[in-house]
């Protein structure tokens, strides 16, 4: 069974998309646990990655 059958059909531009997002989450939490002390550094990225869900 292909289970990843629809989000094949998704145009490339989509596919990266979500893969930088994807990869934006876990760098977040990355960022938010080598940082802990430091609020700022955290919420620059996750006001990066909102502004690239958004595009």
Known sequence: MFVLGSSSARPGGEVARSWVRGSCMV????????????????????????NIDRN
């Open 27 to 50: 760098g977040s939490i990355w960022l938010w646990l080598a940082t802990f002390a430091d609020t700022s550094h955290r919420d620059l990225l996750l006001w990066t990655c909102c």
